[in-house]
């Protein structure tokens, strides 16, 4: 039969085509390569595109993309529709390779993927389309709705999906869906899913998870979680990362089917391995969350999604960097994942880079960036934009310092942000980039104060109990610092201690006050310290313990307080 097939070929390159289809139909691809490639070498068109394709998928040669693409540039130039339609297809994923002549030292080269060649890929999908093909069309449709913006005709593509999709082409059936879902009609549902339903019968993946959508969903088609669920396995089975992940997603929460858990992580592992960035964010928040936190692990798939661009997993990686968990502590590498995250427009992180600027840690190109993501933000009605750009005026990050244009920026937060309207209270109290108002200046600390903010409370409360921009009300001032000690507030804990001493909006009572001033000074409150001293010293309350009074003289003395300093000398013996 191999003499026979070589006389074929001697005879007739015509004959040998045909003979090397039936061998390649009956699985005898090395033997139809040698027949196909006489008559490609005879100049028959389809042997060409044939021989071209042989070579792209390693049938019964060594696997080529060069040598596929120098075939299929043959063909195409003699006007072959097919070769014209999977060389414009090549172009669009930037496997086409470089338009030379490669010998057979090219034939086992590693072709790495180069960027996309949409130009190229528009000429030769325009020409396959024109001729009839139905791979050309769906070509032709998705660099018209896809490629760079120059190059894009939402309407043109639209008409070519149309013709492609007629054909009962997969893929054009699948780009008309997706043209008719762009469109945005609600009366269209039904042909979406109908023309989805057709590419997924086909065996394309990207179809099968789309119809899996819709189907969870019943966008077009009645809803019913358990075929949707077996529509994301076979995706997933077909190796679609995204299907994985969401099939992962479903076993774990027992969303679509019974909760399968084990499963679950190991079509999400499946995902994240194959480049999903999602999945290893969500198998990184497993390890943070679970009831016995794995930080290292954690660390590892947030990394994989990090570097696959998840803002979300950047931010993570960040702070596990910056606090040390799971990784070395480093706060450069945690200043560069939140940059990156940043960078990237995740407003959490921006506020969290911006955080880090105004305490010092930052670069001055940190402060630049960070004054600019806020100015869009905050001009276009974001009040927490609003309150961080005029954090950047009032400190002098990445602008010049301006307490005018910080109080008018807090001004605008203080609508809705409690720490806006305590520090807009607090430039209104000094007079700080806006004209002293004490009475206003009471009305924004009340606002932060109703909004739960303890230093809002305590703020408040001493105007209160002042009188100062309004009405003296020693009772409200009470009730205020008792709200902002409960929160751990030390400062509100020695105004509670003092009003006790003195009896004022609360019943006089000296052993109540030892207390607050207790609590206060284990919290490093200076003059509780001092107060407390006192009272042990003395016997104030009635517990007279001067060893420990004089401890807490000297804690205070070591603050600086001159009160502390003179009571350790007048208690030292003469």
Known sequence: ????????????????????????ESGKSAEAFALMAVAARAGIVEAEFRIGRCYLEGSGVPPSQSEGARWLRRAAGRGSRDAQALLAALHVAGLAGEETEAGSESLFERVSSRGPDF???LDLARKAAEAGSATGQAILGYILSN???????????????????????????????????????????????????????????TAIYLLAILTEH?????????????????????????AQFRLGLALLEGT??????????AWMRRAALAGNPDAAHSLGERYVKG???????????Y????????????????SLYLSGNGVAQDPEEGKRWLRAAANGGNRESQVDLANLVLEGAGNRDDGINVAGWFVASASSGDLIAAFNLGLCFAEGVGVRKDQERAAQWMRRAAEGVAHAQYMYARMLQEGRGVASDLKQARFWFEQAAKAGMADAQVAFAEMLLNGRGGERSPEAAAYLFKQAAAAGHAGAMFAIGALYETGQGITLDR????????????????????????????????EHDPVAGRLWLERAAAQGLEEAVDELADAEPS
Do not use: N
């Open 1 to 24: 039969m191999a003499i026979l097939d070589r006389l074929t070929g001697r005879i007739h390159p015509a004959l040998a085509l045909r003979r090397a289809i039936r061998l390649s």
């Open 119 to 121: 130009a190229a890929g």
């Open 147 to 205: 490629g760079p913006e120059g190059m894009r005709d939402l309407d043109a593509a639209h008409g070519w999906y149309e013709k492609s999709a007629a054909t009962g082409c997969p893929e054009g059936c699948l780009g008309f869906a997706l043209s008719l879902a762009r469109r945005g009609l609600p009366e269209h549902s039904g042909k979406i899913a109908a023309q989805v339903r057709r590419a997924a019968d086909a065996g394309l993946p």
């Open 218 to 242: 019943g966008m077009g088609v009645p809803v019913d979680r358990e075929a949707a669920a077996r529509f994301y396995q076979l995706a997933a089975e077909k190796g679609l990362a995204s």
């Open 256 to 265: 679509l089917t019974h909760q399968d858990p084990v499963a679950g992580e």
């Open 291 to 301: 009831p016995q936190p794995d930080y290292a692990e954690a660390a590892s798939w």
């Open 303 to 318: 990394r994989r999604a990090a570097e696959g661009g998840h803002q979300g997993a950047a931010r993570a990686l960040a």
């Open 511 to 542: 052993m109540a006050a030892q207390k607050w001033f207790a609590a206060a000074a284990e919290r490093g409150h200076g003059h509780a310290q001092l107060m407390l001293g006192r009272y042990l010293s003395r016997g104030i309350a009635g």
